[in-house]
């Protein structure tokens, strides 16, 4: 019999799809400080009482994810992967820890997925691209060959990354662009126009707005 052993954190939209493509067996619960999600069994203050279990991170904010990724690490959580068994990853790609694989997904040979980081359905990672921790790639994305991108980056639905592109960390890139030039850290692509991405722009944007978590 299969032990219950692995925890969500968030319990809200990137939660429930990832519960949707792991075994039901195995699934002991969510974190999530939203007390009316289903099966939730604590706050995230909650999650030392779970120290035995096996932890995925359901946060679609990549400062949040890193902020709870670097938590975990430092105290020894044990992280799983969560690869749908619909998406198509190479064998001679690198995964790292704590990865969600939606869908639908093609990860082409000597991809290299860094620890933390999320791909959603109907993406396609190319031979020798880089998606560096804690990074969300939204539905639809593409990316052509020996591109690279760096941590803490969310890259919106239907993005095209042309070949040899690299974006740094930190960054926003909005839905349907299409990324032709490199992009420093601490930038932004929107309506084909670069911003850097102060502190007032993170606010208009509820993917990188930067709630206080207590764990």
Known sequence: MT??????????????????????????????????????????SDISKFKKKSFIIAIANPHIRARLFKYLIDNKFKLFNCISKFSHVSKSSKIGKGIFVDNFVKIYPFANIKDGAAIFSHSAIGTYCKISENTIISPKCSFASNTSIGKNCFIGAGVTVQEHIKIGNNCFIAAGEIVRINLANNKALMKNKVFNLTSKFIKKIPYLKKKLIKI
Do not use: T
Request: aromatic share 8%; hydrophobic share 40%.
């Open 3 to 44: 032990l219950k052993n692995k925890i969500i954190i968030g319990g809200a939209h990137m939660g429930q799809i990832i519960l949707d493509n792991i075994k039901k067996s195995e699934f002991y619960g969510f974190l999530d400080d939203n007390k009316k999600v289903k099966n939730n069994i604590g706050e995230l």
